[in-house]
C-alpha cells in the first residue's frame, strides 16, 4: 500500500502514530487494511524501523490495528471516540431554506398500472436513436470544448428564434434569448435581474409552485392571485407587486387557456403600475382545439414580457433545456446572471438541439405528438364526462400535456382518493396540493404524457371503483 505520512519536527513516532490514528478513525483506512510492514515503512520515511515498531505497538495498544500472521499489520477497526460520521457543526443556513414552502417535494415516481401522472414524458414515443446520433456527433467533431457564451450558443439561439417566430408568432432577436437549464432556472434569472428584496410578486391561485418557490428564495413577498374559468383575476393582483407569474396557454394546474379580454386587461394592469410580466408558455405547442392563443408577448407593446419556454414537455424533462426571451433592454443583465448562476448551459446538448430544430426534426416530433396527446386528450375528457357525471367536472382546456377535473361537492379529499387510486393501480395527481394561500381546489390532474390512449378507458375503470 502507498501510505503517505507526512513528518515533520519532533517525535517521529509519535506523529507516525497520530496520522494513521487520525485516518483509521475517519476510516481512510478501513478495517481490514493491511498497513506497510514496519520495515518497508521505515525504508519509505527514512526513520529507524524502531520508530515504526514504537507507533505500530501503541496502535495495537488501543486495539486499531494487530499483527496477523502470513497477513502482516491489519487495521482492526474504530476503537473509542473515532468514528465515520462527519463532525457536527454549529452552521445553519438562513432561515428561508428551513421553511416548508422550499422543502424539494417527492419527486419518485410510484410504478403504477395507470400513470397519469403530470409532468411525465411520453418516453415510448422520443427519438432516442435521432438524439443519440445528433449528441454522438458532437461528442465526434466538437472542437470547442471550453467555456462559451453564457447566453447560450448562437446557433442554437438563432434557431430557436426561427422556431418561436413560426410556430408561437414571438418575435424575439437570438440576442434576447438566454439558454437556461429548464423554465426553472428562466424564473430564477428573472427574479435576479428585477427583483429587489421584499418586492412583491404576484402568482395564479393554484399555480406552478417551482416558479412561486423560485420568488420565494429570492426574498419576495409572493401572493396568491385567484384564477378562475378566464385566468387570472387581473382585479385582484395587489398595488405595488412588481413582477407578475402567469401560464396564459394552459392555466397551471387548471388547464383552462386565459381569455383574450384578461390577457388585453393584464398588460394595461402591467403598464398601469410598471410591473413586468413572467409568461410561462411551457407546454403551448401542443394545442389541439380553439383559436391559435397568441401569447402575451406578441401583444404585448412595452416590452413588458418575459417569455419562458421549456423543452421539458416539447422533449425530455431529464434534457433541463428551456429558455428565457427577454425585452433587449434585459438581455446583458440576464446574460450576466447566467453566468454567475453557472457559466452557461452544457455545449454538447445546446449543439445537438440546435441541430434537432434546424434538420426539422423538433417540429415533426411535436406534430407528431399533438396529434397522439389531442387523441389521449379526447378520450379522457369523453370517458370522464361518460363514467364519471355528477361526481368529476373535466375542465375545458385547448391543449397541452395534462388536464383537471374538479371533484363535485362532497367528495373525500382529493388526496385520500388518489391514495386509493393508486393501490387500485392509478397514479394521478391532485389539485390542492398546487394552492398558494392555502390547499386548492379539490380535484385531479390527469397527466397524459405517459399513457397510451387505448389504456385510458381501463384506467379511468379502475379509478372508478375508489369514487
Ligand atoms: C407550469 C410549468 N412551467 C414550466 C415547466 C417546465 O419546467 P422545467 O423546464 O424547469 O422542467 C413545467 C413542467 O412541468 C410546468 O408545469
Do not use: C
Not at 385582484?236 to 381569455?259: D, E, K, N, W
Not at 445537438?352 to 389521449?376: K, P, T
Not at 395527481?429 to 405517459?450: C, D, K, L, M, Q
Request: aromatic residues 8%; proline residues 6%; without cysteine.
Amino acid at each position: 500500500m502507498d501510505l503517505h505520512l507526512q513528518l515533520g519536527e519532533g517525535g517521529l513516532a509519535e506523529q507516525i502514530y497520530a496520522q494513521l490514528y487520525e485516518r483509521i478513525g475517519a476510516n481512510v483506512l478501513p478495517a481490514g487494511t493491511v498497513l506497510p510492514s514496519s520495515r518497508e515503512l521505515a525504508e519509505r520515511l527514512s526513520v529507524s524501523r524502531a520508530t515504526v515498531v514504537a507507533a505500530y505497538e501503541r496502535l495495537a495498544a488501543h486495539g486499531l490495528i494487530r499483527s496477523r500472521a502470513g497477513i502482516g499489520t491489519v487495521v482492526t477497526g474504530q476503537r473509542g471516540h473515532a468514528s465515520t460520521e462527519p463532525p457536527a457543526s454549529l452552521l445553519q443556513p438562513r432561515a428561508i431554506w428551513s421553511t416548508e414552502q422550499l422543502a424539494v417535494p417527492d419527486l419518485t415516481r410510484p410504478d403504477a398500472e395507470f400513470d397519469f401522472a403530470p409532468g411525465v414524458p411520453a418516453r415510448a414515443q422520443f427519438p432516442f436513436a435521432r438524439w443519440r446520433a445528433l449528441l454522438n456527433d458532437q461528442l465526434r467533431t466538437r472542437t470547442d470544448v471550453s467555456y462559451a457564451d453564457p447566453a447560450g450558443s448562437a446557433p442554437l439561439r438563432t434557431a430557436l428564434a426561427r422556431h418561436l417566430v413560426v410556430s408561437r408568432g414571438v418575435r424575439i432577436a437570438p440576442e434576447q434569448l438566454v439558454i437556461t437549464t429548464g423554465a426553472q432556472q428562466a424564473f430564477d434569472i428573472a427574479a435576479r435581474v428585477l427583483l429587489e428584496p421584499g418586492d412583491t410578486v404576484a402568482v395564479e391561485d393554484p399555480g406552478y409552485l417551482p416558479a412561486y418557490r423560485g420568488f420565494v428564495a429570492h426574498g419576495a413577498h409572493v401572493v396568491g392571485v385567484p384564477v378562475d374559468s378566464e385566468g387570472l383575476v387581473v382585479d385582484q393582483i395587489p398595488a405595488g407587486t412588481r413582477l407578475v407569474y402567469v401560464t396564459p396557454s394552459h392555466q397551471f394546474p387548471l388547464g383552462m387557456p386565459m381569455s383574450d379580454s384578461r390577457r388585453t386587461a393584464l398588460l394595461a394592469w402591467a403598464a398601469r403600475h410598471d410591473a413586468a410580466i413572467v409568461e410561462d408558455d411551457y407546454d403551448s405547442e401542443f394545442r389541439f382545439t380553439g383559436r391559435p392563443l397568441t401569447p402575451l408577448q406578441a401583444i404585448d407593446t412595452e416590452g413588458r414580457v418575459l417569455y419562458v419556454g421549456s423543452f421539458s414537455k416539447t422533449l425530455l424533462p431529464a434534457l433541463r433545456v428551456g429558455f428565457l426571451g427577454l425585452p433587449a433592454t434585459l438581455a446583458e443583465a440576464a446574460r450576466r446572471a447566467k453566468f454567475v448562476a453557472d457559466y452557461g448551459t452544457g455545449g454538447h446538448v445546446q449543439a445537438a438541439l440546435a441541430a434537432f430544430i434546424e434538420n426539422g426534426d423538433l417540429a415533426r416530433y411535436i406534430r407528431r405528438m399533438r396529434g397522439a396527446y389531442e387523441r389521449r386528450h379526447h378520450m379522457l375528457i369523453s370517458t370522464l364526462r361518460e363514467q364519471f357525471d355528477g361526481e368529476l367536472e373535466p375542465i375545458e382546456s385547448s391543449g397541452g400535456t395534462h388536464m383537471a377535473a374538479l371533484l363535485t361537492r362532497g367528495q373525500p379529499p382529493d388526496t385520500t382518493l388518489a391514495a386509493r387510486a393508486l393501490a387500485e393501480g392509478v397514479h394521478l395527481g391532485t389539485v390542492s396540493r398546487w394552492g398558494i394561500e392555502g390547499p386548492g381546489p379539490n380535484g385531479f390532474v390527469f397527466g397524459y404524457g405517459a399513457i397510451a390512449a387505448d389504456r385510458i378507458q381501463a384506467g379511468l375503470a379502475a379509478l372508478r371503483r375508489v369514487i
